[in-house]
């Protein structure tokens, strides 16, 4: 039984009489993990932003479950020079409201970092000379101290060298399936996301694609106009 847990419809954003996005619509299912895929450029960032509330600039609706707790992390750079020099352990202590804050006093940070797969040795160490995979795995940590039903992530893969992407696909996909997890991912590699994606979300400015990634082999193949709008 469907049991959405974001509801989009209709959502047109257009600014500077250019238009963003132009009637988005589709659903987000508890406990999947979903890749919404398009070129830069492409409305993703804004569909998040209205998905947050973080723009109101827009027309349509956008239905978020009332038990839902989200998480975002943005886009993580290793070349930030605005980010302060804090240590790892205080990265993990920043809060933003007074519950936020009271849940960490009584987490344990080590085993938060265990749990992403990360050294407890790495606590006193700074924050900004982390790996990208490290700053990734450290950032969904902290994410994860508010105990969230659904994490949103834009561009996981930016920042992570070749090699450390199979193992943050096997942790995104423990979380979605170990603790039933509901995780969309923001992206403009298609080929890296789809191993580990249930539904693929393929975007430029209207949505194009909503389908199973195994479906969009074969969509790609016999529409390739169609697909080259979002890659």
């Known amino acids: 039984m469907a049991n959405p847990v974001i509801t989009i419809e209709h959502v047109d954003v257009s600014a500077a009489e250019r238009t963003i996005l132009h009637d988005v619509t589709c659903t987000i299912e508890a406990g999947e993990l979903v890749t919404l895929i398009g070129p830069n ?124 992407r199979d193992g943050l696909y096997e942790l995104l ?11 969309l991912l923001v992206s403009h590699d298609i080929d890296s996301v789809l191993p580990i994606s249930d539904r693929l979300l393929c975007l430029n400015q209207t949505l194009h694609t909503d389908c199973h990634p195994s479906q969009y082999h074969k969509e790609r193949s016999s529409a390739p106009l169609v697909h080259h709008q979002c890659s």
């Open 41 to 164: 450029g492409a409305g993703k960032s804004t569909l998040i932003e209205v998905v947050l509330g973080l723009r109101h600039d827009y027309t349509g609706t956008v239905t978020i479950a009332p038990t839902e707790r989200i998480q975002y992390l943005p886009q993580i750079t290793l070349n930030d020079h605005t980010a302060l020099p804090m240590s790892v352990s205080e990265y993990l202590k920043i809060g933003t409201t007074p519950l936020y804050a009271s849940l960490r006093e009584k987490f344990d940070y080590v085993a938060a970092l265990e749990h992403v797969g990360v050294s407890p040795a790495l606590l006193s160490q700074r924050w900004d000379s982390l790996s990208g995979g490290e700053r990734q795995r450290v950032a969904i940590a902290r994410a994860l101290l508010s105990k969230p039903t659904m994490l949103i992530l834009d561009e996981p893969l930016a920042a992570i060298d070749f090699h450390s």
């Open 173 to 183: 996909r423990h979380l979605q399936q170990a603790h039933n997890m509901t995780v």
